[in-house]
């Protein structure tokens, strides 16, 4: 709780040495003229549950009691103050994550919402996505989101099984699950994902195949599916390395999420991200800017760092890293995202026409990144010191340190 205090008086101590940005409520003040206006997906973090999961090692805080007030003031100003430092004028969509963000109230979100549409330009239609839990979407809360401005909901199921929700730490039952998901889809047809996980300890490939046929009765046109990880300093891994619940064998995950992929797109999905598949034209462009390296700014205690490097595109170092997102997305799905790095930097005459993983290679694509973005940075480090014996280049020093 102390890591979101210190946040809530970081937020108020910068906005308010900013010029117009001093005062609660107040915005700052019109932001500067770019050569050409600056897009940006926004993520807006809500860090606070009611319970902690076994698995979760977020920066998620449970409190008795939440100032909501205190904190839509200054999920309001970091916005507005951010949208103008970075001198975006046009945000593509909006994000609120978490934590659990259908614990706040409408009125936050509208709150939130409406100061982007005053610090930048939210076109009509623009997606608006809410994380929600089953425990926390009654048709009332639901509407009143819809209200707010949300036209999108990401609904955390995890498991349509009562034993396999117990041992995740779920506040919701699959009665309750089925019965929130039934209810967005009337709420929002065509824009209600559901997430689920698998590979979780015990779980045999008979049950994870009956819990896809489940989804598939219940789901709409979007689903998220996650292998658990098992984080250091949770309870679900303790359990694990205690001996109490056994580890998923890895041949055993990779059965699952091949699996997984056959029913999905047999039903008319598309496997079009790693963990992602959508039917009806229902991607998620929201996650489709991050995983296309495009501009995004981050709000709240635990939000992604951000990503805003202006007209001129960022430098070769981090076109290289930002190279390595797409590899997430299938062929189709990435190409190049509006004003990013993406191919401007120094790889790109390695590889013009991209970088493709198989769809073999999606089961193993996150092991293998870190050591792909390494071997890419040491070629290309090579590639561009001079010779030997050129100005600069100290004897002896070859290829090390790179």
């Known amino acids: 709780m102390a890591a979101a205090r210190g946040w809530l008086r970081k937020v108020a101590a910068v906005a308010g040495a900013l010029p117009g940005g001093g005062g609660p409520g107040r915005a700052p003040g019109p932001a500067p003229d770019t050569a050409a206006p600056a ?24 409190v008795p009691a939440v100032d909501e007030a205190a904190v839509r003031a ?46 930048a330009h939210l076109p009509a239609g623009a997606e608006v996505t809410l994380e929600a839990n089953p425990s926390s979407t009654s ?8 209200a707010a401005g949300v036209n999108r909901l990401s609904i955390g199921v995890q ?9 995740l730490g779920r506040e919701h039952t699959a009665a309750e699950a089925r019965k929130a998901v039934e209810a967005a889809r009337g709420l929002f047809p065509g824009r ?22 489940a989804t598939l009765r219940l789901c709409d046109d979007h689903i998220s599916l996650y292998q658990l990880t098992l984080e250091r300093g949770t309870a679900l891994a303790a359990q694990v390395r205690g001996g109490a619940l056994p580890a998923p064998p890895q041949d055993l995950l990779a059965d699952m999420y091949q699996t997984a992929r056959n029913v999905l797109v047999a039903a008319g999905f598309r496997h079009y991200e790693v963990s992602n598949f959508a039917r009806k034209g229902a991607l998620s462009t929201h996650n489709l800017s991050y995983w296309r390296a495009e501009q995004y700014i981050g709000v709240g205690p635990a939000q992604p760092a951000g ?18 997102p797409g590899q997430r997305v299938s062929p189709g799905s990435c190409g190049q995202g509006r004003g990013s790095p993406w191919g401007r930097g120094s790889h790109h005459h390695l590889f013009p026409s991209g970088l493709r993983c198989t769809w073999a290679g999606l089961a193993v694509l996150d ?35 790179l």
């Open 192 to 213: 209600t994902s559901i997430d689920l996980l698998f590979g979780l300890p015990g779980q045999s490939r008979d049950a994870w195949a009956q819990r896809l046929e």
């Open 74 to 119: 200054c999920l309001v100003r970091e916005a507005q103050t951010l949208l103008r430092l970075s001198q975006v004028h046009s945000v593509t969509s909006v994000f609120f994550g978490g934590g659990t963000p259908s614990l706040a109230s409408p009125g936050t979100v509208a709150a939130v919402l409406e100061a982007v549409a005053g610090a």
């Open 307 to 324: 990503r805003v490097w202006g007209a001129g595109g960022g430098s070769g170092t981090a076109a290289r890293g930002l190279a390595c």
């Open 139 to 146: 048709a009332s809360a639901l509407d009143g989101f819809r």
């Open 159 to 167: 498991s349509l099984d009562d034993t396999e929700l117990r041992m």
């Open 367 to 401: 092991s293998l990144l870190p050591d792909l973005l390494w071997q890419l940075q040491r070629v290309l480090g090579a590639a561009r010191r001079p010779p030997r014996g050129a100005a600069g280049e100290r004897a002896g020093g070859g290829a090390r340190g």
């Open 39 to 62: 897009t940006a997906a926004l993520y807006v973090h809500w860090p606070y549950c009611r319970k902690r999961c076994s698995y979760c090692n977020f920066n998620t805080y449970v």
